[in-house]
């Protein structure tokens, strides 16, 4: 048990700083008001961890301290639901039909790269 607490404390402190550097990474190229940093994250999250566990499915392919460290560590620190909350929120009070489109598509678009990564890796 101690070891996969480690591994998710790991696997979260990774996730965390490369959803800060992808961040900045897109912030300083885009300017727009559609929050397309966080979006981005949480699409290839989706699509990263619809592959995933597929794969983990597959007992004997992966050490079972794989999915800690990388769906519930790396995955849960690099996706931002609390913070696709507060833009949601913050764009909702300035711009609702952005705010609507952006919860909508995130949601939707989310869901098919999970779907479409689960897909590629079955096969």
């Known amino acids: 048990m101690l070891i996969r607490?480690?591994?998710?404390?790991?696997g979260g402190a990774v996730g965390s700083l490369a959803r800060y550097l992808v961040t900045l990474g897109i912030n300083e190229r885009y300017s727009g008001r559609f929050p397309l940093a966080t979006?981005?994250?949480?699409?290839t999250g989706s699509f990263a961890i619809g592959a995933l566990l597929v794969l983990f499915d597959?007992?004997?392919l992966l050490h079972p301290n794989l999915r800690p460290l990388l769906v519930t560590?790396?995955?849960?620190?690099?996706?931002?639901?609390?913070s696709f909350e507060w833009e949601v929120f913050s764009l909702g009070?300035?711009?609702?039909?952005?705010?609507?489109f952006y919860?909508?598509?995130?949601?939707a678009v989310g869901w098919i790269a999970c779907w479409f990564g689960a897909m590629l890796t079955r096969r």
Not at 39 to 43: A, K, M
Not at 73 to 82: A, C, E, I, P, Q
Not at 93 to 99: G, K, L, T
């Open 5 to 10: 607490c480690l591994m998710v404390l790991c």
């Open 39 to 43: 979006f981005l994250i949480n699409v």
């Open 58 to 60: 597959r007992e004997d």
């Open 73 to 82: 560590g790396v995955l849960g620190g690099f996706t931002t639901f609390s």
């Open 93 to 100: 009070r300035s711009a609702p039909p952005v705010a609507l």
């Open 103 to 107: 919860c909508v598509s995130s949601v």
